[in-house]
């Protein structure tokens, strides 16, 4: 049976230092099936999708979820992708793991068996947040669970945090419509956080958010909206 769905690779042929192989292979077979981490995964999927209409950018969406086209970045095996399918959002993933969206296939292949319903074919694309290969003025809004630790996580420098952040803002604000949104779930050294929220500056209007400070629990986030 042919699975639902598009994996479209869109890698950089140049091979870049990433440190993202603990979700390859039997890693990402593993972190899958975790139920653990499927619980985890959808909380903090609802979070990220209510921060969307936080107050502090803009409050409520002036259309349905179901309206808008969403790029999950770092959509991973799909956890996001099922709480976003069930409020029929158009969804395109983006993730450096081939094998995590193999599992994302394997999922939606699996939700369509069991609960008998037919889904909107997920388009996921194998990339990475640093390349981000989209037009302009292509997506309504932005979520990120956890992909976004990786993306400075091994720079010493400071002029190269910067860079890299720098080029990720200009991207997303060019892949954006007008009022775009943005939510990202990451867990930064605390060292890194001020690279992060001058990287936004001037592109986004926002800022930084956290559930359960000082906790076992403690959870943060960027809420932006694209500046016109």
């Known amino acids: 049976m042919k699975e639902r769905g598009l994996i479209l ?40 999708i209510s921060l969307l209409e936080d107050e502090r950018i803009g409050g409520k969406l002036t259309k ?88 400075i996580k091994d720079s010493q420098r400071d002029y190269i945090k910067s860079s890299i952040l720098s080029s990720i803002v200009q991207s997303l604000k060019e892949l954006l419509k007008k009022r775009g949104r943005i939510v990202i779930e990451f867990y930064p050294k605390k060292e890194d956080i001020e690279y992060y929220l001058r990287a936004f500056k001037g592109a986004f209007t926002g800022g930084l958010i956290i559930d359960n400070p000082g906790k076992r629990k403690e959870q943060k986030f960027l809420i932006l909206r694209r500046e016109d």
Not at 123 to 148: C, Y
Request: proline share 3%; aromatic share 8%; net charge positive.
């Open 64 to 151: 349905p979820l179901q309206n808008y086209i969403i790029l999950d970045a770092g959509c991973g095996s799909g956890y996001s992708s099922v709480v976003l399918e069930d409020k029929n959002v158009c969804l395109v993933g983006l993730d450096y793991s081939f094998d995590m969206l193999e599992e994302n296939l394997l999922q939606q292949k699996n939700i369509e068996r069991n609960e008998k319903r037919n889904k909107i074919p997920r388009i996921l694309i194998n990339g990475i947040i640093e390349h981000l290969p989209f037009r302009n003025n292509i997506i309504h809004h932005v979520i990120s669970i956890s992909a976004f630790n990786f993306v």
């Open 9 to 48: 690779s869109m890698s950089p042929s140049k091979k870049e230092k990433l440190t993202r192989t603990d979700y390859l292979g039997k890693d990402a077979e593993e972190y899958s099936r975790s139920k653990w981490m499927a619980r985890l995964q959808i909380n903090t999927s609802i979070r990220v």
